[in-house]
């Protein structure tokens, strides 16, 4: 069973910053993939980013490349994802997710969840 949990977010100003983490708990996270989805209001859950905790490159959706960054402390069980020069289409809550197999980009392929940040972005 993997339990994750999401802080980090907040109200910002246009072009500024946030780092969201997303803290697990389950010793074999390593044979996971980790991603990071959010749901503007009134829109569909859709994808942001995701890794896949044993190498290769991280996935982003185009409208965040550039100015959002997946990273990882194995030494504090948590995975971040850092957004710089934030948009006001960024609002959204931001949800971590994981899986062991799959499509990195459907929220159909992760089995756990974590409860969701709130992050908005002002103009």
């Known amino acids: 069973q993997v339990q994750l949990v999401e802080s980090g977010g907040g109200l910002v100003q246009a072009g500024g910053s946030l780092r969201l983490s997303c803290t697990y708990s389950?010793?074999?996270?390593?044979?996971?993939?980790v991603a990071w989805f959010r749901q503007p209001p009134g829109k569909e859950r859709e994808f942001v980013a995701a890794f896949n905790w044993s190498g290769g490159k991280p996935y982003y959706t185009n409208s965040v490349k550039g100015r959002f960054t997946t990273s990882r402390d194995n030494a504090k069980n948590t995975v971040y994802l850092q957004m710089d020069s934030l948009e006001p289409q960024d609002t959204a809550v931001y949800y971590c997710?994981?899986?062991?197999?799959?499509?990195?980009?459907?929220?159909?392929?992760?089995?756990?969840w974590g409860q969701g940040t709130q992050v908005t972005v002002s103009s």
């Open positions: 389950v010793r074999t996270f390593n044979l996971y993939r």
């Open positions: 997710a994981a899986s062991d197999s799959g499509s990195y980009f459907r929220t159909t392929s992760y089995e756990y």
